[in-house]
């Protein structure tokens, strides 16, 4: 049974950095596409970017581009989302996910039901 765990939210000003780190274990990580949503109080669950199993084709929502990077390293079996510039939006849990899909962008279509998915993490940016 694959897991998932989000470590490395926090309090934040706007303006500073974070990174976030997802570790997936009971499955072949090498494999998976590997995606990080988020989900603001009152809001819809989105999905912030992705990354392929090889690491070479990267995915961002517009609204995060140029202040988020994702990464892997498939011997850890962790991704990372290193987030720049945070905003007050920018606060919400953020979680990650797999996907078999070959193009990150596919998983945009993800929704809560399609598990599994891990607690999450809290990131909150203040102003």
């Known amino acids: 049974q694959v897991q998932l765990a989000e470590f490395g939210g926090g309090l934040v000003q706007a303006g500073d950095s974070l990174t976030l780190s997802c570790v997936v274990s009971g499955g072949p990580f090498g494999r998976y596409t590997m995606g990080w949503f988020r989900q603001a109080p009152g809001k819809e669950h989105e999905f912030v970017g992705g990354?392929?199993?090889?690491?070479?084709?990267?995915y961002y929502l517009d609204s995060v581009k140029g202040r988020f990077t994702i990464s892997r390293d498939n011997a850890k079996s962790t991704v990372y989302l290193q987030m720049n510039t945070l905003k007050p939006e920018d606060t919400a849990v953020y979680s990650c996910?797999?996907?078999?899909?070959?193009?990150?962008?596919?998983?945009?279509?993800?929704?809560?039901?399609?598990?599994?998915w891990g607690r999450g993490t809290q990131v909150t940016v203040s102003s």
């Open positions: 990354i392929s199993w090889s690491g070479e084709v990267a």
């Open positions: 996910a797999i996907s078999i899909a070959s193009h990150p962008g596919v998983m945009a279509t993800m929704t809560p039901d399609d598990g599994p």
